[in-house]
C-alpha cells in the first residue's frame, strides 16, 4: 500500500477527534431542546390544589371599594410635578441598555480579564463564559444573550462548527468569531452564521466596537 506523501499519521486520528466532537455537539444540541420543551410544558393539576387563574382574567380585590377622595390604603403620595421648568433645561436622554455578552474562548490571544474589561467599559453585561466549546453551546442557548463571542480554536473544536450550533441553538444572538485571520475567515464565518470576524490581538476598544457593531443589527436587541 502506497502512503501519500501529503498525508500523516495523525491525520485519522484528528478526523476521528472532529468526528467525536461533532457528534458530541450534536448529542448536547438535541438534549438541549428536550429540556427546553420539557420546561414550556404546561405543569399537570396536582389534585386538591385549586387551579391557576387564568393570567389574562382580572384579578377581584376582596377588599371594600374606597370612599370617593379619600386616599386608598397603603397608597403612598407622591409629589406633583414641579410648577415651571427652568429655562434652557435639555429633555433626558435615554441611556441604551448594555449589550448582554456570553464568551466562548480558547486559548489563543488574550483571555484573561477579558470580561471584565468588556464589563469596565459600561456597554457590557457578561452573562457567561466558557472554555469548553459543548458546554458553551449549552450555555449560551439557555442564557440567550444579544452576542456570543466565539473563539476560531478551541481545543480540538473548530470555532466555525460551535458557530453553526450557537447559530441555530440561539437564533436572537449575533455571533462574532475571534480569529488569527479575520479577513480569511470573513466568508466561512458568514456561512456558519457569524455577523462579523475580529483579530486576536484586537484591543479592548476595537472589540467593543466589533460587539457593538454585531449587537446592533436588526433584530438583535441592543
Known sequence: ?????????????????????????????????????????????????????????????PSPAPTVGAPAVG?????????????????ATPIAAPVRVFLVLGSLGPTAGLGAALAATGRFVVVGASSDPVLGVDLAAEAQPDVVLVDRFLGLADGLAVAR?????????????RTPWPEPDRHDAARAGAATTVDVAAGTDELAAALLAAGARPGVAA
Open 165 to 177: 450550533h450557537l447559530h441555530r441553538d440561539a437564533p436572537r444572538a449575533a455571533i462574532v468569531l
Open 75 to 91: 397608597a403612598t403620595t407622591l409629589p406633583g410635578p414641579p410648577a415651571s421648568t427652568p429655562s434652557g433645561s435639555a429633555a
Open 1 to 61: 500500500m502506497t502512503t501519500s506523501p501529503f498525508s500523516s499519521p495523525a491525520e485519522p486520528a484528528r478526523a476521528r477527534r472532529r468526528a467525536l466532537i461533532t457528534a458530541v455537539l450534536t448529542r448536547r444540541h438535541e438534549q438541549g431542546l428536550a429540556r427546553r420543551a420539557a420546561a414550556a410544558a404546561p405543569a399537570a393539576p396536582v389534585p386538591g390544589l385549586p387551579a391557576a387563574r387564568d393570567a389574562d382574567a382580572p384579578a377581584v380585590d
